[in-house]
């Protein structure tokens, strides 16, 4: 299957089964949540999974663009992104974990044909607070595939206060064909984690106690760069279709080692997106998160060769990411924003270059140094390290 397919598999299966799908698109939470960026499928629906009522019923799916800068530092290896899509179906106060677990090995198994031998599950055993999810565990033996349960790595929370409870992930086998499944999930890194369904009975209060929710719901969520990544048989997000052109066209047009490569495609990829949702460079806030994505792929593209420029970008690679996003905006437009700030830092580095050069800066520099670099010349720590790096 292709990208395309998969998705539509998983929203017609869902829809068969009386789930609305819901807006997933943009990128940018509600005016009123505090947070820059949506970061996973149920972020929107959070009001809607501690007890308010929906519009399009108490079944839901969506797929929903997300971006975390938790990651970054990871990106380059095998399986990080900065900006991702979720897969995700939704039962507000309706059916229970039991079902969902059903479901989702039926989609699995019928759906996109990964066969029950290639499955492993993992399920919440129990703490000194909460006892273990029976519910998942007989329904998992039920259906007859392996079940690991854990005590650390099977409770979802959304943070220190509010929604959590137990969760079920099912990983599928990835070695190498003729290789057998081997070991568990939590033994053998050969077991990749698909998908995630959450019981959400709890809310943590300010205090750490947890309350029974008057309406237990369940959240699922199946980041779709790893599901194709699976389905498709690639070792890595960046050889699936979803990347196609950009690996294509990039590494011969830039030659990079591959981690670096990696880094120059999802960084500029996500800045594409993240310009198509109507965000530009600035000092603060998301505008500081594209800044600093597009600022990381010149300094890694500079690091090497100070004459490549962001002008050389195909437009084929601008048009896919659009058009994979669902996004109207231009690829003149995007040009315009990524041009304009690659000449901003070129002059930063200058007058960077022209500072640091100075008597006072020589050797180890202090806290206080960094503080005065930044307030004073606008010069961010790590551009800093960058330019003091031989």
């Not at 992930?169 to 990835?174: A, C, L, N, P, S």
């Amino acid at each position: 299957m292709n990208t395309d397919q998969i998705v539509r598999t998983f929203n017609d299966f869902y829809r068969e089964r009386g789930h609305e799908p819901v807006t997933g698109g943009t990128l940018l939470p509600p005016s009123s949540d505090p947070v820059l960026f949506t970061t996973s499928g149920m972020h929107p629906l959070t009001p809607y999974l501690e007890g308010r009522r929906h519009p399009q019923g108490r079944r839901l799916l969506s797929l929903q663009r997300c971006l975390r800068t938790t990651d970054l530092d990871e990106v380059g290896d095998r399986t990080h992104l900065t900006v991702f899509e979720m897969l995700g179906s939704w039962s507000l106060g309706d059916y229970g974990l039991s079902q969902s677990l059903r479901w989702g090995y039926e989609l699995l198994r019928d759906g996109f044909g990964i066969p029950p031998g290639l499955m492993h599950v993992t399920v919440f055993g129990g703490d000194d607070e909460v006892g273990p999810d029976s519910e998942s565990l007989d329904t998992w033996r039920d259906l007859g595939l392996p079940v690991e349960p854990t005590h650390d790595e099977n409770w979802w929370s959304h943070g220190p206060v509010g929604l959590c409870g137990p969760d079920s992930e099912i990983f599928v086998w990835t070695g190498d064909p003729g290789t057998p499944p081997q070991g568990s999930p939590t033994t053998d890194p050969r077991w990749v984690e698909v998908w995630n369904h959450v019981s959400l009975r709890h809310r943590r209060d300010e205090d750490g106690d947890l309350r029974s929710l008057r309406q237990p719901g369940v959240d699922t969520g199946m980041g779709l760069e790893r599901l194709v990544c699976v389905l498709q048989g690639h070792g890595s997000v960046y050889d699936s279709d979803l990347f196609e052109p950009w690996m294509r066209l990039m590494p011969p047009l830039w030659p990079l080692d591959e981690s670096s490569t990696r880094l120059v495609c999802d960084h500029l990829r996500s800045s594409v997106v993240v310009i198509g949702d109507g965000v530009r460079p600035s000092h603060t806030g998301r505008g500081y998160v594209l800044r600093r994505l597009i600022r990381r792929v010149l300094t890694t593209l500079w690091r090497d060769d100070p004459s490549r420029t962001l002008s050389d970008l195909p437009g084929e690679v601008l048009r896919h990411t659009l058009d994979h996003f669902r996004q109207t905006c231009g690829t003149g437009t995007v040009r315009e924003v990524l041009e304009g700030e690659e000449r901003r830092f070129g002059r930063l580095l200058e007058r960077g270059r022209l500072v640091l050069g100075k008597p006072e800066f020589e050797g180890r520099l202090s806290d206080e140094d960094y503080r005065y670099l930044h307030d004073t010349h606008g010069l961010p720590r790590d551009l800093i390290t960058t330019l003091r790096t031989p």
